[in-house]
């Protein structure tokens, strides 16, 4: 195996500029990397290895000519399949949009380009990224690389697979309740979802539009950073974008240091229903944070435990808007036009033969959440907690820089074990999800293993609004105290692929 496949992407970056490798060499390692154990993992939908390969190509000559480049020009990435990219497949892990190739690039897939990163190609998700294990996808399930029997989180599972098992150095992701953040916890990975309207949403295909919310993923919080600076920033394109500029993430990531600060410990996130070893884990880490000079206080947010049955109320209102346009008619697949049906009689055979269980489940909750009669005591009434968990947050950043918590309240369990019991699924993204109701950023980081299975804990770093730079400060300290405590980076302990 090529060691060019374990480095991180900064470390990459100063071997291209010094003349040691070629970013040709390096994506070529990714590619075979891709071909020698996909066929296990199943990250990737797509490969595209001649478009990344030119890519690279441009990369190398631009070095050679001496012009200036991107932090991250000539490193790898996995792109999650629910944002457009020209030329390519884009199919949101749906039947739906099997055969679709858009006739453009999402503004983050153009951001890449320009940074003059290659795009290895796009990663599995669970169906329109509704899921919390990448089982959902139409195409398959992917695998945990550090145990091939467990799911890698969802619905970005491909997304951060593809970075446990070395496949690529950097990934893309979408967060509507968790789905960068759950997945980085469960393979061992660092993912971040920035402040809604940070990065733009133009050309990622709509799940919940006032919850998406699209993010870098990468093996360090350094790598996370340099990502996050390339793909954020103001997109007129996106209605909901932030005129602002990105925040200092890089400097923050570099810097790493939490003395003075004050952390907070969310009371109602912890605790009873989560697993043992990631409680330990959880609190080994704000005794760590103690001991480099922070000031731990316990938080209280009392509207959190109400968040979970909103955002399922809200998802799906959103989704069952946002998934209309999928008819038949217009684009994607049409099933059963013979010439002898009717409109209504198309529709309704495209839609359930190119719709999951999952996707159904979800519009026909929102449908009737949104009907007449019930619009004010389900969706209204979910909007109102909205507006309380908001509250909580912001009363707590009164007090506090940051919250903490555990990422997911279990580290990854077995594929099949909760795809039959939809709540059981649901409540892997309790802690989550109240970041996206308020449209905070939050950051996922390994802290460990779990004692009983051996599998990667994540932390949850969330902060206020447009303060990203703090999720990557704080996440900074923690992994340098830890990466000197295991004397080598966590994913180096995974027993299967990623260790191989």
Known sequence: MSELIRMNA?????????????SVEI?????DRIAAVDGDVHAFLHVDAAGALAAAADVDAKRSAGQTQSALAGVPLGLKDILASKGQPTTC?????????????????????????PILGKTNMDEFAMGSSTEHSAYGPTHNP?????????????????????????????????????????????????TYGGVSRYGAVAL?????QIGPCARTVLDTALLHSVIGGYDPMDSTSINSPVPAVVE??????????????????????????????????????Q???????????????HALAAYYLILPSECSSNLAKFDGIRFGLRVGDDGTKSVEQVMSETRAAGFGDEVIRRIMLGTYALSAGYYDAYYGQAQKVRTLIAQDFNRAFEQVDVLISPTAPTTAFKIGEKLDDPVAMYLNDVATIPVNLAGLPGMSLPIGLADEDNLPVGLQIMAPAMADDRLYNVGAAIERELLNKWGAPLLSKAPELAGA
Not at 27 to 31: D, E, I, M, P
Not at 93 to 105: A, F, T, V
């Open 146 to 194: 550090w145990a091939l029997d467990r799911i890698p989180g969802g619905s970005g599972g491909g997304s951060a697979a593809c970075l446990a098992a070395f496949e690529a150095p950097l990934a893309i992701g979408s967060d509507t309740g968790g789905s960068i953040r759950q997945p980085a916890s469960v393979t061992g990975t660092v993912g971040v979802k920035p």
């Open 93 to 117: 892990g749906s039947k739906m949009l099997e055969n679709w190739i858009p006739p453009y690039d999402a503004t983050v897939v153009s951001k890449l380009r320009q940074a003059g990163i």
């Open 10 to 22: 900064s470390d990459l970056v100063d071997a291209m500029n010094s003349g040691e490798v070629s």
């Open 291 to 305: 001991g480099l000079g922070a000031e731990i206080v316990e938080v209280s947010c009392p509207n959190f435990p």
């Open 208 to 212: 919940a539009s006032s919850l998406d």
């Open 252 to 289: 923050a990531a570099r810097r790493g240091d939490v003395k003075g600060m004050k952390i907070g410990v969310v009371r109602e996130l912890g605790g009873d229903g989560y697993q043992a070893g990631v409680q330990t884990r959880f609190d080994e880490t704000v005794a760590l944070l």
């Open 27 to 31: 994506t070529q390692a990714h590619l």
